[in-house]
């Protein structure tokens, strides 16, 4: 069971996710067939993302860890 905290968190995750991809003009699917991972339910915020899937989208889109959860601290989010 999640609490309101974790919550908060994975949408947060889930809106980066969303933002850096499509700041790169990428579509859900592009992602999907170069990694093999399923953007649409992590932007959505339903799924707990593995920070193994996470580190793995950072290296594609050439993001740190650090670098992508200082986004979300500096959005206030």
């Known amino acids: 069971m999640?609490?309101?905290e974790d919550e908060i968190?994975?949408?947060a995750i889930a809106k980066?996710?969303?933002r850096i991809r499509q700041s790169r003009k990428l579509s859900q699917e592009e992602v999907y067939l170069d990694t093999e991972?399923?953007?649409a339910r992590l932007e959505q915020g339903k799924l707990n993302i593995t920070i193994i899937t996470l580190k793995r989208?950072?290296?594609?889109?050439?993001?740190?860890l650090s670098?992508?959860?200082?986004?979300?601290?500096n959005s206030g989010e």
């Open 2 to 4: 999640r609490n309101h």
């Open 9 to 11: 968190l994975l949408k």
């Open 16 to 18: 980066q996710v969303k």
């Open 37 to 39: 991972i399923h953007c």
């Open 67 to 73: 670098d992508f959860f200082k986004e979300i601290e």
């Open 57 to 64: 989208l950072c290296d594609y889109f050439g993001l740190s």
